[in-house]
């Protein structure tokens, strides 16, 4: 996107390790055996038509949903651990935030507040010191009021920082639910299909605001989305995921060759 | 159409923050704050402190506390006349246990008590949703109901079941007369609706309303339901404890079992139903009408010459709130507090209409 | 009041003067994070000081140039001033100009450093890189986008101001020996102008120009270190840069940055200036958003609003005058403030507005007239870059809608007899940077500089603009003829889109008419007169008569002009088409282009003076949908109406 | 298992306290079952209540809340209107009246409140509740009224060979849940056999997809209040001729709630099942566990079958929050 240099990006040790892991509702499997990491720094994309359990795979990293089989390791403290049954603010603390496919802001608050809510795991400050407002608390909401503003000013939503979120335009809403995740901070964003019923022009900006968070904080990015020019363009590498299975993983240049993907999906839906 | 905007720009984040950040908001709550403390005192009969500001007063309290869970935390509670009911039976007990205590460590610790009471009731929100919790809440409703009509230790085994309070003595000031009264608890409430006000701006409310309107996305950015809703039980809790202790002590001085029973806790939904949910502001219109109308009801036919039965008024105002619930609900589901948004929106952008 | 300026003969001293005897008050703000941050004189003048020694550091030497390429940021102003410091020459650029338009300077000032906003701008200036090589560093406020960019000529403002600081631990007195030796003489700034044809020419302003024309505006209005004013036009613009650059510099007041383009309007509400400044089309532009809004208003607000407003256009100006106005329209007014008014400037940001300047294009004597009537005092000045702005400026109380006031002190005005404007002022350029064949031509050797205006003053001794000078003619009898002036004049009115005016070397002045297909179309639905479409309409009667009425007005403003009471319009037509910059008629800005109209109709021009009441013309047409055709139509001629001389005069 | 294990726990609990009083020979075994008896027969009239509540929650994701106001509104209308009418036209009349009442609700409340959150719709019938006990008692009166169902009410000995002192049966009672018992199973062949029923059904399970097979939603609706309209004036009148048609019979039929959530909040047979435990369980803990309490805690007076349904139902919500045949909810982001 940035017509000036294009970065070579060094994407590092693995950070998250899915193996073998196994969901289903009822009767249904949403996931059978899948395995595959995401490296530090790296753009990972989750590909496959719909139903393929694409969504259930982000559900089951981030603890929504606790897979019957297999196991999710994270790096914490520089070591790949394992970690069974978290929940899903317990995996928010351990550095990984996301985006929804249908947008699941607070409807009934302004952009700043939505935004604000991502650093509630950063505020520490007790229900008294809270309801006085005394120092510590007012000192809080100040510090990270300034750090939620820069995430306004990176995704150029200052105009509607007041503006209760239900009132803004779709592709606006998308902004807002990237800078809510991206205010925890995040070592990895998972993103849920975040261009989904954008125009070309929204489609663009998205990209240049995600690659720009892989750049600018180093954040690992792990997306799905359905737009495969998309997708070609800015991941590194690509899982495929058909009827709950892996069934691709590798480059985008590799994926695109590969047989079982394109009769599964590339050939297929699109 | 009488504000003037222009040059009221902020230069740090504590002016921005601030509660009234507009110069003619903070210009007309002085006025109301000296109208409010000063006038009224001056100029009001003991008939409209007892029958219509006193309980105006008190009730707000309750209306904000039972709003900070359902209108903030997206909460439903049909039973938190039961916490008043702790509020108002544990102060009592505290009073008659410990009667040198000063009144207001007795509020404070008779809205402890129903804090852990409500944190107790609260504690299947975290399994359940919605719906489901409203039975819960009618569990806490019913076993208070039953627990201090026949636990006869709550009653100081009084014969009748009823309790009656002492007088209220604060350092050296005696709460006897209406006016007193009504200045006690116009303070009382404006340090509880700051108090309030605070929490709902803080990171605790933020986390309250996030859970209201999206539970799933706000455990996964890092909110603990177990702590937001359980704060906003204990919150709630304590601040209609407090009502209730004051209802209590200053408004009835003394009651019978079953003064604090479903109706009530009816009565106190649709104050922030009509109110405003989610609106501290809402809270004060809410528990203003439901005062109000049962007195202009009595009022009115009065006024219009046309005779009407005590028992037909009753029956009218039951039918006239259940229309306005289903009607606010309709029309106007932020209640009366939206419609005050709107208002002064207008007045903000006149003459232009948006 | 402004500053005594005496010794302060340059920007840099002003600025070190500022900073000791108002260091703690704001000289800048800007909305950035949500608030708006502030930057006091002291703190100015250290990012001054940092930056002007990184720059020495980096070799920007005595005369050499700054290229700064951005919005309204601090940084960039304070990049402004510390080339300023080292005797070099900032030359700020358009943030929206596309890369090969910002080439030019750069090479053809060879110019090595540059100051760019963003990763937006930093993209152009590497774009063009290969063909300037002059170019050896550039920095850049914004590093967003930018960590990764590898070019070595790259660097950050903050590096540059830590490589400053050092340099100035280093170098002690270094820098205050380089403020110290500045004069007024040495050039300020350098800004392009886009000539219409050929290269721009880059207008070289000395301090001492800039200097006492700001301070000679701010004295006759008194502007004080409380002013506010809000930075939103371009700062490559002269229009811009006097008053976010050089008046605060001279007065001390504060000019605040908004934080985006999206923003202006909120921003401008916030802030509320005291000084304003728009050219025409923003007042138009946002007089258009009032009328729209306010047409979605409830019938109660909208006739409300319309009552007033016609309370406003009766007494309003003249109550903003100073002039008697009877008790019940005083009240009346009273009542409108309170409701419409006052409101209103809230809205548009303007309720503390003390004195409003338009200028750079002629302004519909409406619109003008709208805004001083809700108590806004919106004046006209006249100035160009080569000017240093300040002209002429219209005194409190003596504001015309027609004219521009008289001239600012210190400023000589003559006309030659072609009526072309010559200003003589301390405020004149220098020069246009290396073409000493267009300065020359530009400023003679008696230092009048010719504007190429032409004009006269009114009875009152206010100078009044008509035309550009190549334009204007001479009726047979002598008397002056100013096309333009004439067609502007028309279409200030709604109903006018465009107005062709003949009459240079003729005995009389007659016009083409095109109207408003859209507000006729209004118009005729409204009298519920049916119509086919502009052929249609242009051919009724009832439209001539609504276009003659037009006419009529003008030719009553005319007549009380004794210079120009000849050139009222004697007959006109309504031209069968409208005038398609496809065909020609008028230039890709929509100027017309009046020769060619003249040629290509000319048997309607012929009728026109001939007399005829009807004309006879079969033209292609293209429609709507795309296809072409003919139409042959007999178009008609009116007499308008006149008015006598001489009843004017007594009138006046 | 390991997550149904406090189920289980409570279960225990309950079975032991059911088996109690006659294992510790508190109570004499006619007694006992003569207890037992009253509660069953109160918790069919439960079940039919609860009945009503879960099809109108089912249909249209609406916690009614009304279900009481209903049942107090029916039982007036057929106080009053047998005064002056033989008693089954007045319960046709009344009959008809609720489907009015039906329809009312669902043109003037539901259908402009469609799609919202449920929270809204309680909300809702809590005001539908309160019109109609305002406007109940406006049109029928105020004061306690009787309904005459010309069944003998003294009780009946019955197998008082088998026991000693035998069991004293209510006859009006015995009839009343025979025929409570026969709706509460026509209702469930009308769920499962008719059209309508399995119309119903698939309105439960996806509005949208019920609507594009052609069902109108909003029929379906007044359906379904209809229904439950028709089981209040049932339990109404069962209720009201036993206890006196008055306002308190609204709080009664309120035990409905607690009855759902027993009994998962959308199953037919949660609903029966949920109304049976319900009914035995506070009868017994009344009778038999009221005692001893007021002894330990030196009570004034009983009263437990106040509180003991919603208790219930809150420990149930704890540790099984699906009820005892309810669904399990997945949240789907």
Not at chain 3, 117 to 127: F, N
Not at chain 3, 231 to 242: D, E, K, S, V
Not at chain 4, 56 to 84: P, T
Request: net charge neutral.
């Amino acid at each position: 996107m940035s017509g000036g240099a294009t970065v070579e990006r060094v994407t590092g040790e693995v950070i998250i390790a899915v193996e073998g892991v196994s969901l289903a509702f009822g009767g249904v499997k949403a996931l059978s055996d899948v395995s595959f990491d995401v490296r530090e720094h790296e753009v990972r994309a989750i590909i496959g038509p719909n139903g393929a359990g694409k969504s259930s795979m982000l559900n089951v990293i981030n603890g929504v949903y606790h897979p019957q089989r297999g196991t999710i390791r994270l790096k914490m403290d520089g070591t790949l651990r394992e970690f069974h049954d978290m929940d899903p603010h317990e995996v928010a603390l351990s550095g990984i935030a996301r985006t929804f496919q249908n947008l699941a802001l607070f409807k009934g608050m302004s952009v700043l507040d939505n935004i604000m809510t991502g650093r509630n795991l950063r505020m520490h400050s007790n229900i008294l010191l809270q309801a006085l407002r005394l120092g510590p608390a007012a000192k809080e909401e100040i510090e990270h009021r300034e750090a939620v503003e820069r995430i306004i000013d990176f995704l150029e939503i200052q105009a509607w920082r007041k503006t209760p979120v239900g009132r803004l335009p779709y592709g606006l809403q998308k902004r807002v639910d990237l800078g809510r995740a991206l205010a925890l901070e995040p070592s990895v964003l998972l993103l849920d299909e975040p261009m989904a019923g954008m125009n070309v022009e929204e489609k663009q900006d998205m990209c240049r605001f995600i690659l720009d968070v892989n750049d600018h904080f180093g954040t690992t990015i792990v997306l799905i989305e359905h737009d495969m020019s998309v997708v070609m363009d800015i991941s590194d590498r690509v899982v495929v995921l058909d009827y709950g299975r892996k069934i691709g993983d590798g480059t985008p240049d590799e994926v695109r060759g590969n047989q079982a993907v394109i009769d599964a999906y590339l050939g297929v839906s699109h | 159409m009488f504000y003037r905007e222009n040059g009221q720009y902020k230069t740090t984040y504590a002016a921005d923050q601030q509660m009234l950040p507009i110069l003619q908001d903070r210009v007309f709550m002085a006025g109301l704050l000296v109208v409010a403390f000063v006038a009224v005192p001056f100029f009001a009969s003991d008939y409209l402190f007892l029958s219509l500001l006193i309980p105006f007063l008190i009730l707000t309290l309750a209306a904000i506390g039972l709003n900070l869970l359902v209108g903030y935390c997206g909460q439903i509670s049909i039973g938190h006349a039961a916490f008043m009911a702790v509020g108002a039976y544990a102060a009592y007990n505290i009073a008659l246990r410990i009667p040198q205590l000063n009144f207001l460590v007795v509020l404070v610790l008779a809205g402890l008590i129903a804090a852990a009471v409500g944190m107790l009731f609260g504690v299947p929100s975290l399994r359940i949703k919605g719906l489901y919790l409203a039975v819960a809440t009618l569990a806490a409703q019913f076993f208070t109901d039953w627990l201090f009509a026949r636990v006869k230790w709550f009653t100081d085994y009084a014969s009748s079941g009823s309790v009656s309070t002492a007088p209220i003595v604060m350092f050296g000031w005696t709460i006897d007369t209406p006016v007193k009264k009504y200045c006690f608890l116009l303070a009382v409430l404006i340090v509880f609706t700051l108090i309030a006000k605070n929490l709902v701006r803080g990171h605790i409310g933020r986390a309250w309303m996030a859970m209201r309107d999206m539970d799933v996305a706000a455990e996964v950015i890092g909110i603990r339901p177990v702590y937001a809703k359980l704060s906003a039980f204990a919150v709630s809790s304590f601040y209609v404890g407090v009502a209730g202790a004051l209802w209590g002590f200053m408004h009835l001085g003394s009651w019978e079992p079953l003064a604090f029973n479903l109706t009530l806790s009816l009565n106190l939904l649709f104050m922030i139903i009509i109110g405003g949910m989610g609106s501290l502001l809402g809270s004060y219109f809410g528990a203003a009408f439901i005062v109000m109308l049962p007195i202009l009801l009595n009022q009115l036919p009065t006024l219009l010459g046309v005779p009407i039965s005590t028992a037909m008024i009753s029956h009218l105002e039951l039918m006239i709130f259940g229309a306005l619930i289903v009607f606010f609900l309709i029309v106007e589901p932020h209640g009366l507090a939206r419609l005050w948004a709107v208002g002064k929106e207008k007045l903000r952008l006149w003459p232009f209409p948006h | 009041m402004p500053v005594d300026i005496g010794t302060l003969d340059t920007f840099p001293k002003l600025l070190a003067h500022h900073s000791q005897v108002r260091g703690t008050l704001a000289a800048i703000r800007e909305k950035d994070l949500g608030v708006w941050q502030t930057w006091s004189w002291g703190r100015f003048a250290d990012e001054v000081r940092a930056l002007a020694c990184g720059l020495a550091a980096h070799g920007l030497d005595h005369g050499a140039h700054l290229a700064i390429v951005g919005d309204n940021r601090p940084r960039l102003y304070a990049a402004m001033c510390a080339a300023q410091c080292l005797g070099a020459v900032p030359v700020p650029l358009y943030q929206d100009a596309i890369a090969t338009e910002i080439a030019f300077p750069i090479q053809d000032a060879e110019i090595g450093f540059a100051m760019a906003e963003d990763q937006e701008q930093v993209d152009k200036l590497l774009e063009i890189l290969p063909q300037c090589p002059s170019l050896k560093r550039i920095y850049f406020d914004d590093p967003r986008g930018l960590r990764n960019y590898p070019q070595e000529a790259l660097t950050s403002y903050e590096k540059l101001q830590d490589a400053g600081r050092a340099f100035d631990a280093a170098n002690p007195g270094f820098f205050d020996g380089i403020v110290a030796r500045g004069v007024g003489s040495d050039a300020a700034a350098m800004f392009f102008t886009s000539g219409t044809t050929g290269n721009p020419k880059g207008v070289v302003l000395t301090h001492t120009a800039l200097i006492d024309r700001a301070h000679a505006a701010a004295q006759m209005e008194g502007l004080s270190d409380s002013d506010v004013v809000l930075a939103y036009l371009p700062p490559a613009w002269i229009g811009q840069n006097i008053f976010s650059y050089a008046q605060p510099f001279v007065t001390g007041y504060c000019i605040c940055c908004p934080e985006s383009a999206e923003t202006v309007m909120a921003d401008m509400r916030e802030i509320g200036p005291t000084y304003y400044f728009a050219p025409p089309r923003v007042l138009e532009a946002l007089l258009t958003t009032v009328s729209i809004r306010m047409e979605d208003a409830g019938t109660f607000k909208r006739k409300m609003y319309l009552y007033f407003m016609e309370v406003a256009k009766r007494v309003g100006a003249r109550i903003l005058d100073g002039q008697s106005v009877d008790a019940g329209d005083r009240l009346l007014y009273r009542l409108g403030d309170i409701l419409v008014y006052g409101p209103l400037r809230n809205v548009l940001g303007m309720s503390r507005v003390r004195v409003a300047y338009t200028a750079g294009e002629a302004i519909g004597p409406d619109l003008f007239v709208f805004y001083r009537s809700i108590g806004i005092n919106l004046k006209q000045l006249y100035g160009s870059t080569e000017t240093s702005v300040f002209v002429c400026i219209q005194p409190n109380g003596q504001v015309k809608s027609d004219t521009v006031g008289p001239a600012v002190p210190g400023v000589e005005l003559k006309f030659t007899p072609q009526r072309e404007l010559l200003i003589r002022s301390p405020g004149l350029f220098r020069e246009y940077y290396k073409n000493p064949q267009a300065t020359a031509d530009a400023k003679d050797a008696e230092g009048w500089f010719h504007t190429g205006d032409a004009g006269y003053f009114d009875p009152d001794g206010h100078l009044k603009i008509i035309d550009r000078v190549k334009d204007v003619g001479a009726l047979t009898d002598g008397t002056l003829f100013a096309p333009k002036y004439i067609e502007n004049k028309l279409k200030f009115f709604p109903y006018i889109k465009e107005a062709v005016a003949f009459g240079d070397a003729r005995d009389r002045a007659c016009v083409f008419i095109n109207f408003d297909m859209e507000a006729v179309g209004n118009w005729a639905e409204r009298n519920n007169l049916p119509y086919a479409g502009y052929v249609d309409l242009a051919s009724r009667d009832e439209v001539y008569q609504l276009v003659g009425d037009c006419i009529a007005k003008v030719n009553l403003d005319l007549s009380q002009d004794p210079e120009l009471a000849n050139s009222q319009i004697h007959r006109f037509l309504i031209l069968h088409k409208e005038l398609d910059a496809d065909d020609g008629e008028l230039t890709r800005t929509r100027k017309v282009r009046r020769g060619y109209i003249g040629e290509r109709y000319q048997s309607l021009v012929e009728a026109l003076y001939a007399g005829r009441q009807s004309v006879h013309v079969e033209a292609q047409v293209r429609y709507e949908d795309g296809r072409t055709g003919s139409i042959s139509a007999d178009l008609k001629i009116r007499d308008a109406k006149t008015f006598p001389v001489a009843a004017a005069k007594r009138a006046a | 298992m390991k997550k149904n294990l406090p189920t289980f726990i409570l279960g225990i609990v309950l079975l032991t306290g059911l088996v109690a009083p006659l294992a510790t020979g508190a109570s004499a075994p006619g007694f006992y079952i003569e207890v037992l008896l009253g509660g069953l027969m109160a918790g069919v009239l439960y079940s039919l209540v609860a009945l009503g509540f879960a099809l109108i929650f089912k249909a249209s994701g609406v916690f009614n809340f009304a279900q009481g106001a209903m049942v107090l509104f029916a039982a007036l209308a057929v106080a009053r209107l047998a005064e002056r009418m033989p008693l089954w036209v007045a319960m046709l009349l009344a009959t008809a009246i609720m489907i009015v009442l039906a329809w009312l609700v669902e043109r003037l409340v539901l259908r402009p409140l469609v799609n919202q959150e449920g929270v809204a719709l309680l909300m809702a019938t809590l005001g539908v509740s309160y019109f109609l006990d305002g406007f109940g008692q406006t049109v029928w009166g105020s004061d306690i009224y009787k309904i005459e169902l010309g069944i003998a009410k003294e009780p009946v000995m019955i197998l008082d060979q088998l026991f000693q002192g035998g069991i004293l049966v209510n006859k009006e009672d015995f009839v009343a849940t025979i025929a409570a018992a026969a709706l509460v199973a026509s209702l469930m062949l009308f769920f499962q056999k008719t059209a309508t029923g399995r119309a119903l059904r698939a309105v439960a399970d996806d509005h949208q997809a019920a609507q594009s097979i052609g069902i109108p939603l909003n029929r379906i609706w007044v359906i379904v209040w209809s229904v439950a309209g028709i089981v209040a004036l049932v339990a109404g009148v069962i209720w009201g001729s036993k206890l006196g048609v008055q306002f308190s019979l609204s709080q009664v039929a309120l035990k409905a709630l607690p009855v759902v959530i027993l009994g998962g909040f959308t199953s037919v047979a949660g609903a029966i099942v949920g109304g049976l435990i319900i009914g035995v369980g506070e009868k017994m803990a009344e009778v038999f566990l009221g005692p001893v309490m007021v002894k330990a805690f030196d009570l004034a007076g009983g009263g437990i079958e106040n509180w003991f349904a919603y208790v219930l139902a809150l420990l149930f919500l704890l540790v099984r929050p699906e009820g005892l045949f309810g669904e399990k909810h997945i949240d789907r982001v």
